[in-house]
């Protein structure tokens, strides 16, 4: 208990009052029903009010279309689980012995998950601004690392299809594969008569992103 306790209040800034919120977060479904899932639930909202704030006050003279890129790379599945990973999350996720054995605390699901879910218990645990403190702390180099808008690599390769007058472009699921807890989806996508792309990810989602991404590798 008291390792758990130091390495939340490195981690957050927060020292927690009520722990057992923190061992919540940190627990996945595979140990039962008093799992992170009704907490991820609840950062999940957490992280998108705090972020579309931040946005807002920080690129005043940006328009809603830019601000909702940037916003969208920020609240991915993508940077949660890479937030998690830097702050070491991975050994502290209590799983089944099945859901360990697959790796589950490895993936971005997971991983990203639990982060939301411990957002949620400083939420509840030290307040609003107890959370978006660490918010804005974890996510400062995303933000200030973006430059320009970015465009997310579908919607990219949407608009470069349209500006050169080529078929829109089509995902299809080729494989799933893995298990319950940690699969893994291979996506193509293809634009008739011009070229195609394949790629895996741990959700569809990621996977369409992924294949996105090649694809526009291959033909700017």
């Given at each position: 208990?008291?390792?758990?306790?130091?390495?939340?209040?490195?981690?957050?800034?927060?020292?927690?009052?009520?722990?057992?919120?923190?061992?919540?977060?940190?627990?996945?479904?595979?140990?039962?029903?008093?799992?992170?899932?009704?907490?991820?639930?609840?950062?999940?909202?957490?992280?998108g009010l705090v972020i579309a704030r931040w946005l807002y006050e920080r690129f005043e003279k940006e328009p809603e279309g830019k601000l909702s890129?940037?916003?969208?790379?920020?609240?991915?599945?993508?940077?949660?689980?890479?937030?998690?990973?830097?702050?070491?999350?991975?050994?502290?996720?209590?799983?089944?012995?099945?859901?360990?054995?697959?790796?589950?605390?490895?993936?971005?699901?997971?991983?990203?998950?639990?982060?939301?879910?411990?957002?949620?218990?400083?939420?509840?645990?030290?307040?609003?601004?107890?959370?978006?403190?660490?918010?804005?702390?974890?996510?400062?180099?995303?933000?200030?690392s973006q430059g320009k808008a970015p465009k997310h690599p579908k919607s990219a390769l949407q608009e470069l299809a349209a500006a050169r007058n080529?078929?829109?472009?089509?995902?299809?699921?080729?494989?799933?594969?893995?298990?319950?807890?940690?699969?893994?989806?291979?996506?193509?996508?293809?634009?008739?008569?011009?070229?195609?792309?394949?790629?895996?990810?741990?959700?569809?989602?990621?996977?369409?992103?992924?294949?996105?991404?090649?694809?526009?590798?291959?033909?700017?």
């Amino acid at each position: 208990m008291s390792e758990l306790r130091g390495f939340l209040r490195q981690t957050l800034g927060h020292d927690p009052k009520d722990l057992s919120l923190f061992e919540r977060a940190l627990t996945h479904s595979s140990l039962g029903k008093d799992s992170y899932e009704r907490l991820e639930f609840l950062g999940d909202r957490v992280v998108g009010l705090v972020i579309a704030r931040w946005l807002y006050e920080r690129f005043e003279k940006e328009p809603e279309g830019k601000l909702s890129r940037r916003y969208n790379v920020l609240v991915s599945r993508e940077t949660c689980a890479e937030i998690g990973r830097e702050l070491g999350l991975g050994e502290w996720i209590k799983l089944g012995k099945q859901a360990r054995e697959d790796g589950a605390n490895r993936s971005d699901n997971v991983v990203g998950d639990v982060v939301e879910a411990l957002i949620g218990a400083l939420l509840l645990d030290g307040g609003l601004d107890t959370a978006d403190a660490f918010i804005r702390r974890t996510w400062a180099p995303y933000v200030e690392s973006q430059g320009k808008a970015p465009k997310h690599p579908k919607s990219a390769l949407q608009e470069l299809a349209a500006a050169r007058n080529w078929t829109a472009p089509e995902y299809e699921v080729a494989r799933t594969s893995g298990t319950h807890h940690a699969p893994r989806f291979t996506v193509q996508v293809a634009i008739r008569n011009i070229g195609e792309a394949t790629a895996e990810g741990a959700s569809k989602q990621e996977a369409e992103t992924a294949a996105a991404t090649a694809l526009l590798e291959q033909l700017q």
